[in-house]
């Protein structure tokens, strides 16, 4: 099963978000954690890898489990593991190889083009201080079609 971490990153009333150019749909930074990794120096590593930015105090937030399904059968699984901080040293990158980042007002983050799932990920972690767990099943062409998170 793959295994992802990101982080979202909130400074100046701002988050830091990273446009993904297959669907133009806006995630938290982060990418798939290396074989014996930890979380979290997974999160460091690959927040880094795409910002620039090292950040600092990374607090874990969200446990996540996402389900594939095609003709109502598994097709893919994955976990991911969201973080918080609202603190970082360095330059953000001019270009990232995987997207365009972007320093989005709080109140605009739900309004960015992005997965169902990720939504309710981002008006959680945003808005609450204490941890969530889900799952979310999706179509293969990323149609949310069940969730199930603690706290809802």
């Known amino acids: 099963m ?42 460091v590593r690959e927040f880094k890898e795409e910002t620039g930015l090292d950040i600092q105090d990374p607090e874990l937030k969200g446990s996540f489990t996402f389900i594939m399904k ?26 990232s190889e995987e997207g365009e980042l972007e320093w989005v007002p709080v109140e605009q983050v739900l309004d960015k083009p992005m997965a169902e799932g990720d939504r309710y990920i981002f008006q959680h972690i945003l808005n609450q201080e204490e941890q969530v767990y889900g799952t979310f099943v999706y179509t293969t062409d990323f149609t949310l079609i069940d969730q199930d998170l603690d706290p809802s």
Request: charged share 30%; aromatic share 10%.
């Open 70 to 95: 095609e003709e109502g059968e598994t097709v893919q699984e994955w976990m991911m593991f969201t973080f918080y901080t609202d603190d970082y040293t360095g330059e953000l990158l001019d270009e």
């Open 2 to 43: 793959q295994r992802v971490a990101n982080c979202i990153l909130k400074t100046d009333n701002h988050v830091l978000m990273l446009k993904k150019p297959r669907r133009g749909w806006y995630v938290a930074p982060g990418g798939k954690m290396e074989a014996g990794e930890n979380i979290k120096d997974s999160v």
